[in-house]
DNA sequence: CCTATATTACACCTTTCGGTTAATTAATAA
DNA sequence: TTATTAATTAACCGAAAGGTGTAATATAGG
């Protein structure tokens, strides 16, 4: 996963990690703070490491704070992740648009015996 | 990846499946014309399994017509992920928007001597 | 039936992912 | 200095991802 948007989503493929920011929305929180609620399932290294992914993807900024690591939220990579969506699902939606004016065009032409 | 929004996520963390999909959502296409522009990349099978993936995660349905699978891009997936990144997204801003008016009212209160 | 085209299935390989345990660094506190 | 707390690093592991080449499966048309 080399490009940006990548990346993004990537880190997003994951329930954990997407548990760790939602938390990190509401507030800024050290990692041992974002590791308790996941301490029955997983170990705290696992946790780093998903906080290393959430930092590669820009979503999340780790500070130092004596042996405290205040990790803060960063919705900025995620503008260009819902643009693409939104991007393509209007396209989709303009998409079934078009066929749904088609078939009731071809419904009206076989009625009347014609087109438009 | 067992959920949905873990499906719909890992399946765009990839940009041949994004490149796919954005050919998709212009109008359907079959295997074939969907791998066109990526035969120097990568083989035809490399691409059927992508598809795969991106059925799998609902994004795309396969017909069949003859020898061909005509395939379409379905947008529906991407609501509900659209909805989670905004929901967090703006709760970040809201977040940053609290800070905000946190630091202006203690300089006013620094240069006012008083809260407030 | 035979053949050509479109697509998938299968077996395999290499890299990445998500996790572990154990050791290590960094900072505070006694 | 020693001990404690917070977090990371390192080495390792099994499973899944993303490819490959080769065979198998539809389907249409002589």
Redesign the interface.
Request: glycine letters at 6%; hydrophobic letters at 50%.
């Given at each position: 996963?080399r490009?940006p948007?990548?990346?993004t989503?990537?880190a997003?493929?994951?329930?954990t990690r997407?548990a760790i920011?939602?938390r990190l929305?509401?507030?800024e929180a050290n990692v041992s703070e974002l590791a308790e609620p996941f301490l029955d399932e997983m170990t705290l290294p696992a946790i780093t490491k998903h906080l290393k992914v959430l930092e590669g993807a820009g979503l999340v900024s780790k500070g130092r704070k004596a042996q405290w690591r205040p990790c803060q939220?960063?919705?900025e990579p995620?503008?260009e992740?819902?643009d693409?969506?939104?991007q393509?699902?209007i396209?989709?939606?303009d998409?079934l648009d078009r066929l749904g004016a088609y078939l009731k065009s071809k419904h009206k032409g076989a009625r009347h015996g014609r087109k438009k």
């Open positions: 996963m490009d948007l990548s990346r989503f990537a997003l493929a994951d329930p997407r920011l939602a929305s509401e507030g939220f960063n919705g995620l503008r992740a819902v693409w969506m939104e393509h699902r396209a989709w939606e998409q």
